[in-house]
């Protein structure tokens, strides 16, 4: 209202002319470059913004590169088609890159690393079906990327020991290494032990080169002796070859052995017979007994412990960590149902560990008496997980709305509880933010209206509605009215990684990690070490409503 019609000769700072016509805007519309030229060549030279006038191209190369750093993977692939300089800064500043590995992509490596010339982060992936790259094109990168700071290697199976060797001779400043399902064997791993003296973290799944039987050197520490913090060991039938590297491994901090053969314990207690300052270990399905978890219970630096399905663990093993690590501050147990960690081992938790913040229960059948000692004494206790546990109902559920003030995660999976269970934390723990509850058939959506009701910040997510639809099917389909039932078909998310194509210089830049998502796997014996996954270890991760198998991603 009362504004005056625009001009012709409208004013525009910089002595440069706004666009005439609004139907002429370039700004909501994307042009290729033929395009722009075409449009061009049929409008009035004032139409455009004056040329001159170009501020973009006085912001200098390393401020261009900062602002690159800032943008998606994506991003900066769109952004490096604009000009011949932003080609070149996007690339010289790009310090990341994951390469689709296949032997495809051996000719195009000189092309890849000469415009990327500044890597220090390199995931180099191959998938089963395909070929991956051979030691000649590790050998060529190493010598490309000799400023390399963490490399992670998947699927690569051509890759032997010699194209370890040149790897360790040329990326001595390696802080992190990562390999999976790759075939090189033990001198190529020492080889890369005896080169990177900065080697900070080490992570090694299923390395089809360490074979059972005799093994010709044991794999040592080497130049990695003093700078080495975390070990990751996982399905590998060979994995007690490690054993000095874990014992020479002077700073160690993290240890993660995970569905390894092998007795540990006698590990576990060389381990434990030195000084060390271990403050992190997780042990999954291994043949550990109490004897080990004596051991681990000597390091006194301890603060985040998993132990996952080891079956010949029970209460004695778990009160001696309990009294001996004072600074628990994350627990983990996964009893497997097997009650050989029962009231006793908790009771002892809820005396020592008065530090507690994480604590995650799954298939342990624990009493109201041991719930109301964690509650009442672990006072610091803000993420709590109970799942699979027969023995929890709706009393063990009120305590700890009524004694857990510190709460803020809970989640509820498997167990005997109904909606007056839940409606305790309508106004129990204050301080809960979220709350989940997953295949507890008392528990309808009626609660879940409730919770949200009474209380508006809190993240409710439960699968009461799922559930009752489920059984309302199997009600129809039971009386034969099958006309207007719903079927609902079983859902398998999964992203394929890519084959081997040709990759391109520009390809490579825009080059992401994926994930791969497993099938089911069946359920079998509770006591076999490589049986069928059926829990997630960490239960505040993103629940599924079946049992998936997660595997390793880049």
């Known amino acids: 209202m009362g504004q005056a019609p625009s001009t012709g000769q409208g004013y525009s700072p910089g002595n440069s002319m706004h666009l005439r016509n609004p139907s002429l805007s370039l700004h ?13 060549s049929q409008l009035p030279e004032d139409i455009f913004v004056n040329q001159q006038e170009d501020y973009i191209s006085e912001i200098p190369d390393e401020c261009l590169a900062l602002i690159f750093q800032s943008l998606s993977s994506r ?6 088609l604009v ?17 689709n590995a296949t032997t495809e992509v051996n000719v195009h490596l000189p092309s890849i690393f000469t415009r990327f010339d500044s890597i220090t982060k390199l995931a180099l992936r191959c998938d089963r079906k ?6 000649e094109g590790l050998t060529l990168i190493s010598m490309r990327c000799q400023n390399l700071i963490r490399l992670k290697l998947r699927g690569c199976r051509e890759i032997s020991d010699q194209g370890m060797y040149a790897l360790g001779q040329n990326c001595k400043s390696l802080r992190k290494f990562s390999c999976g ?61 490690f054993g000095p590297l874990i014992i020479g491994s002077k700073n ?11 007795d540990w314990d006698s590990l576990l207690e060389t381990i434990a017979g030195r000084k060390n300052y271990l403050t992190e270990i997780h042990l999954e399905r291994l043949q550990v007994s109490d004897i080990g978890l004596m051991a681990i219970s000597k390091c006194p630096d301890l603060e985040i412990f998993h132990l996952v399905k080891a079956p010949d663990c029970s209460n004695e093993g778990i009160c001696a960590v309990a009294e001996n690590c004072k600074l628990l501050r994350k627990l983990h147990i996964d009893g497997w149902r097997t009650n050989r960690i029962s009231d006793e081992g908790l009771i002892a938790i809820a005396k020592n560990s008065v530090n507690l913040v994480e604590l995650v229960l799954i298939g342990v059948n624990p009493s109201s008496v041991s719930l109301m000692a964690i509650a009442t004494n672990c006072q610091k206790l803000e993420r709590l997980a109970l799942c699979g546990s027969e023995t929890i109902g709706d009393p063990e559920i009120s305590c700890i709305a009524a004694k857990c003030m510190a709460l803020k995660k809970l989640c509820i999976k498997g167990c005997r509880v109904t909606d007056s269970g839940i409606e305790a934390f309508a106004y129990g723990c204050p301080n809960l933010v979220k709350i989940k ?8 959506s009626e609660v879940a209206d409730l919770l949200r009701a009474s209380r508006m910040s809190l993240a409710v997510n439960l699968d009461a509605d799922e559930i009752e639809q489920e059984a309302m099917d199997v009600s129809a389909s039971d009386e034969g009215a099958q006309d207007d039932g719903v079927e609902f078909p079983p859902i398998v998310s999964g992203t394929t990684i890519g084959g081997g194509g040709s990759v391109s210089a520009a390809d490579a830049a825009a080059a992401a990690p994926s994930t791969s998502n497993g099938t089911r796997s069946s359920n079998k014996s509770r006591f076999s070490l490589f049986a069928g996954r059926t829990f997630v270890a960490c239960a505040f991760r993103r629940l599924s409503n079946g049992n998936g198998n997660s595997k390793d991603s880049l």
């Not at 991003?75 to 490096?80: A, E, G, I, L, N």
């Not at 395909?130 to 030691?135: E, F, T």
């Open 252 to 262: 160690l901090k993290t240890l993660k052995i995970l569905k390894c053969l092998g």
């Open 75 to 80: 991003d900066r692939k769109q952004c490096s």
């Open 28 to 40: 909501h519309h994307r042009y290729t470059v033929n395009d722009l030229n075409l449009i061009n």
């Open 130 to 135: 395909s070929v991956s790259i051979n030691d």
């Open 83 to 99: 000009s011949r300089r932003w080609f070149v800064v996007e690339g010289q500043s790009r310090h990341r890159l994951a390469l």
């Open 437 to 444: 509850v997953k295949k507890c058939r008392g528990v309808t």
């Open 181 to 241: 399902s790759c075939m090189f064997g033990v001198k190529g791993m020492n080889a890369l032990l005896n080169n990177c003296s900065s080697l900070e973290e080490l992570s090694v799944k299923r390395l089809r080169g360490i074979k059972d039987g005799f093994i010709d050197e044991p794999i040592g520490p080497g130049a990695a002796a003093s700078s080495l913090k975390s070990i990751t060991l996982k399905e590998l039938f060979s994995g007690q070859c």
